[in-house]
């Protein structure tokens, strides 16, 4: 069955680039996505890849996609303490349901 | 409206009563899904709409789950006989277009007691 992982922590210091890494098992997989949940609050979608895509920038945010090792990373540059949260990849096929995985909490530290 | 409006944003309930959850999407959206969130986990896909009919609801753990949304805008999760095991965040999204992301709501927290 379709099934998305990502390491549990962690840790940066602020200033340094955070990367967050997932895998996923969908091959037919479409979108792949990155959300941003803070404390009490619902997810917010900070950047999408489409499958044919290897890579995508948006501002401090930078999404790698290996399809062939179904490997998706985020990569922010310059990590503030605004951006402690927990980090979720998902996945989706055409317009289907998102399969997310278990996040990744990320703590910066001053 | 604005963005996507959950109510309430927390409900306690005791077991074995029935309960709903009330999901307001982005006015012009017509997909429309529902999640719930357990404590440290990802959100698990329970049913998406498709303008007024469920396009999928394999997600829906059993038949005590059902959801409807008649006028293809406003949703309802209706949960009936709640067991402990239901407590979680309960979270709506919606989406305009394929591949555009989708907007969740800020969920409602239920608690059975």
């Known amino acids: 069955g379709e099934d998305v992982e990502q390491s549990l922590f962690l840790s940066v210091r602020e200033g340094d680039s955070s990367v967050i890494n997932c895998t996923y098992t969908?091959?037919?997989?479409?979108?792949l996505y990155w959300y941003k949940q803070e404390p009490g609050a619902g997810l917010q979608l900070l950047t999408y890849?489409?499958?044919?895509?290897d890579m995508k920038q948006d501002q401090r945010l930078t999404v790698l996609l290996n399809k062939k090792d179904k490997h998706l990373s985020l990569r922010i540059a310059d990590t503030q303490t605004g951006d402690s949260a927990i980090y979720f990849c998902?996945?989706?096929?055409?317009?289907?349901?998102?399969?997310f995985g278990t996040g990744t909490r990320l703590q910066v530290f001053p | 409206g604005a963005g996507v409006s959950q109510t309430p944003s927390n409900k306690v309930t005791e077991k074995g009563k029935y309960v709903e959850l009330r999901c307001d999407p982005i006015?012009?959206?017509?997909?429309l899904y529902w999640y719930r969130q357990s404590l440290g986990q990802g959100p698990e896909f329970l049913i998406y709409?498709?303008?007024?009919?469920?396009?999928?609801d394999s997600g829906l753990p059993n038949d005590r789950f059902f959801a409807v949304r008649p006028e293809g805008s406003v949703s309802t999760l209706k949960i009936q006989r709640t067991e402990r095991g239901d407590s979680a965040v309960y979270l709506c999204?919606?989406?305009?277009?394929?591949?555009?992301?989708?907007?969740f709501g800020s969920g409602t927290r239920l608690t059975v007691v």
């Open positions: 999204a919606s989406s305009s277009s394929p591949g555009a992301g989708y907007t």
């Open positions: 998902a996945e989706s096929h055409n317009t289907d349901k998102l399969i």
């Open positions: 969908d091959s037919s997989s479409t979108y």
């Open positions: 709409f498709q303008g007024t009919g469920a396009a999928d």
């Open positions: 890849i489409f499958s044919n895509m």
């Open positions: 006015s012009g959206h017509t997909a």
